[in-house]
């Protein structure tokens, strides 16, 4: 996919609500009321934030370190499919950007706040760099797709100089995936959609490019990831993987739950649940599990190493 036009032109500048916050605080400080600190950090590279700490761990952090905003909510199936997808690419970056993660229920201004950005709905990930916040991901998504799009924000901020360029070896890398031209149309409107969570728009669009050209992978890389977050959108999570423990030979069941687990970041269960379907079951069953273990695979590149262990898995169960 190509990458989306991060410019900061279009940022929301929060030095004006810096400063307010600040003045609030002094005359908390002034009338002896202390702010409440930050929530316990999930991590070194994991921050809980409140609606005092903002200011402190995000917009002035920002100044030296990409930050992204996790907007979430106790009640909100798909944060909990997205936030530990984040919370594993963040300590994988390993202090490159730094994730923030902000309880809107907890935190009433803060979710006041993203309201007022005219955002409707939770999970939001907004990046903040340089004191400057970028609206980037509305709703939850797969792994791959989730780490193509920090990828590509992070690519687009070195083009407009606000990051360092990436070190040699990790320019070769990006080159080596394959991104789209960023000059076709119907990519950018894949990405587009993506990025406004319109998963029918996306779906579409990748359709398109798989009608003009069946061998895209990258296309058919897309798709597939749209695919399985429309399949899962609807779903109680929690409720699917507990009748999956409850039903160990429903292999239908078992395919819900390894859709929740991809989502979530859990490929490898994901894929061994399969597996494991594939050698339990007979027939139909049989078939329609390798099917839809095959049609994951299809939502990761295909030389990820984890692909090629559960390919080998999947053949020792069928031969």
Request: hydrophobic letters at 45%; aromatic letters at 6%; a negative charge.
């Amino acid at each position: 996919m190509s990458s989306r036009d991060f410019s900061l032109h279009g940022a929301i500048d929060l030095g004006a609500r810096q400063a307010a916050s600040r003045k609030q605080q002094e005359r908390r400080a002034q009338g002896g009321g202390a702010a409440a600190g930050a929530g316990g950090g999930a991590g070194q590279y994991v921050v809980d934030v409140t609606d005092q700490t903002f200011n402190t761990e995000v917009v002035e952090r920002s100044q030296s370190v990409p930050v992204l905003v996790d907007f979430w909510a106790e009640w909100c199936g798909p944060c909990k499919q997205l936030s530990p997808i984040l919370e594993k690419l963040a300590t994988e970056a390993a202090g490159k950007w730094i994730l923030a993660k902000v309880d809107i229920d907890a935190n009433p201004q803060l979710g006041a706040y993203m309201q007022q950005m005219g955002v409707r709905g939770i999970p939001f990930v907004a990046a903040v760099v340089a004191g400057q916040l970028l609206p980037f991901l509305n709703g939850a998504a797969p792994e791959a797709q989730v780490r193509q799009a920090i990828d590509q924000l992070f690519e687009a901020l070195r083009k407009e100089g606000i990051l360092p360029d990436a070190p040699e070896g990790e320019q070769e890398l990006a080159a080596d995936e394959g991104e789209a031209p960023a000059a076709d149309p119907v990519y950018q409107q894949a990405q587009d959609a993506l990025q406004s969570g319109d998963l029918d728009g996306a779906k579409t669009a990748f359709e398109r490019i798989l009608a003009a050209d069946p061998r895209d992978a990258q296309a058919k890389q897309g798709l597939a990831a749209v695919e399985l977050s429309l399949r899962v959108r609807s779903l109680d999570a929690e409720r699917v993987l507990q009748e999956a423990a409850e039903k160990p030979g429903d292999v239908q069941a078992q395919i819900s739950a390894a859709d929740v687990e991809m989502v979530s970041g859990r490929l490898e269960q994901a894929f061994e649940r399969l597996v494991s379907a594939v050698r339990a079951s007979a027939g139909d069953d049989r078939d329609a599990a390798r099917k839809h273990l095959l049609s994951l695979f299809e939502v990761m590149p295909s030389d990820d190493p984890r692909v090629a262990k559960a390919r080998r898995s999947l053949q020792s169960a069928l031969f």
